[in-house]
């Protein structure tokens, strides 16, 4: 993706394949609650060529991990483009701002901009929300510096990030409210990856109704996927995951499966890509497994998205 005469490039590699067309895949680490960035490293190495960005995941749970900023450096340096996600739930303004200069400057070059899972849920459940910018205004924020160079005050930042900007949707949430990512679409984002979605046809009408939004237009939108293991994680993705809705067929193969659940879970993941990739204007997959380095270099092969594409980003 250019960024015009005189300016670096918005983003990196997953800029790149978005604005060549190409099917992205992105996966997920999320860094560990301790002081060693080994086990990052450790999982990066096990994505490398499998996946054009990973997205390293910002207090997940609301549980206390290494700082996303911090992760995003051994990703870096294992040799992934890293996406940095931020939540607003945990930083001001002046916090924000930082990170984001620091990010960009340890690797990152996507950014991902959520609220942030609610406290009563994780590990700190009397901690403070912040909440000094919402989602749009942080991405107002990033786009701002990435093409005035400048922070919410005015203030010149020298060699300004210019990240790619993503934000979440859960397209199969009930009910679904167009104009909560339309307003995301407002503050200028350039990529939207959903909820994890396991509802093909659901899907594909969520796709349909949007297309009249300009979606597809407006941002490259990539698809959440998880391979499941087992009924019981369905069930409980089913039932306790917002946005996210197992059909009763997946839930009923699984549980016939017995111990043969995991691989019909993949069976089942791979026809869920296939049909993804045949709706109009979906740009790529997000693969959350959950740490399974493994399950997502299966998948990513299996669904013919291996190797990568290769190029001068």
């Known amino acids: 993706m250019s960024g015009g005469a005189g300016r670096e490039p918005v983003g990196g590699r997953l800029a790149g394949i978005l604005a060549g067309d190409d099917f992205a895949v992105t996966g997920e680490i999320v860094p560990p609650r301790g002081a060693s960035g080994t086990p990052i490293t450790a999982h990066a190495r096990e994505l490398v060529g499998y996946v054009d960005a990973v997205n390293v995941t910002d207090n997940p749970t609301a549980s206390a991990h290494m700082s996303p900023v911090a992760g995003a450096r051994f990703v870096h340096e294992a040799g992934i483009e890293p996406t940095v996600q931020l939540t607003v739930r945990d930083r001001n303004r002046l916090a924000i701002t930082s990170d984001l200069l620091g990010a960009w400057a ?69 009910p679904y409210l167009p104009e909560k990512l339309e307003s995301k679409l407002d503050a200028g984002v350039d990529f939207v990856t959903t909820q ?58 699984l549980e016939a499966a017995g111990d043969g659940a995991p691989a019909v879970g993949m069976e089942l993941t791979i026809e869920l890509v296939e049909a993804i990739r045949r709706i109009d204007g979906v740009a790529g997959i997000h693969v959350m497994a959950l740490g399974r380095d493994d399950a997502t270099r299966e998948l990513v092969e299996r669904s013919g998205l291996f190797p990568r594409p290769t190029g001068a980003w």
Request: proline share 5%.
């Open 106 to 174: 340890l690797g990152a070059r996507n950014l991902f901009c959520l609220t942030g899972d609610r406290l009563s849920g994780g590990d700190h459940p009397d901690a403070t929300t912040v909440g000094d910018l919402t989602v749009e205004e942080l991405v107002g924020l990033a786009r701002r510096m990435r093409e005035e160079g400048t922070t919410l005050v005015g203030g010149e930042v020298a060699d300004p990030p210019r990240y790619l900007i993503g934000v979440a949707d859960a397209p199969l949430a009930d």
């Open 196 to 253: 994890i979605a396991y509802d093909v046809d659901r899907l594909a009408a969520w796709a349909d109704t949007m297309r009249s939004h300009g979606l597809f237009e407006r941002a490259k939108v990539l698809i959440g996927v998880t391979p499941l293991r087992s009924a019981a994680q369905a069930r409980f993705m089913d039932t306790k995951l917002y946005g996210v809705s197992v059909p009763a067929t997946t839930i009923a193969a």
